[in-house]
């Protein structure tokens, strides 16, 4: 069993930056996939990215590559994502997800939190 939180969202300005942390209890996070979704009002929850157990490969949703980075901290058992360049589309409550076999799929991950809630305002 894993839990996780989320942290680390707000309200921020287009063009603005946010950190959001995914926080992990167990000593087994090393052994997960992580990802982060986002859920907009009225839309179905959707991929952002993933990476894999040591960190070393990281794959993103075209809507947010090269604006977003995902990395992880296995001694801290934290999960980041680095939200740079917002736009108000990114407005959604964003999820972070433990997995065992990875991907882009929700189906794909067992383990989730919460939610945290980011609002770019334009």
């Known amino acids: 069993q894993v839990q996780l939180v989320e942290s680390g969202g707000g309200l921020v300005q287009a063009g603005g930056s946010l950190r959001l942390s995914c926080a992990a209890s167990g000593r087994t996070f090393g052994t997960y996939d992580m990802a982060w979704f986002r859920q907009a009002p009225g839309k179905e929850r959707e991929f952002v990215a993933t990476?894999?157990?040591?960190?070393?490969?990281?794959y993103y949703a075209d809507s947010v590559k090269g604006r977003f980075t995902i990395s992880r901290d296995n001694a801290k058992n934290t999960v980041y994502l680095q939200m740079n360049s917002l736009k108000p589309e990114d407005t959604a409550n964003y999820y972070c997800?433990?997995?065992?076999?990875?991907?882009?799929?929700?189906?794909?991950?067992?383990?989730w939190g919460q939610g945290t809630q980011v609002t770019v305002s334009s």
């Open positions: 997800a433990a997995g065992i076999s990875g991907g882009t799929s929700r189906h794909a991950y067992n383990f």
């Open positions: 990476i894999s157990l040591s960190g070393a490969l990281t």
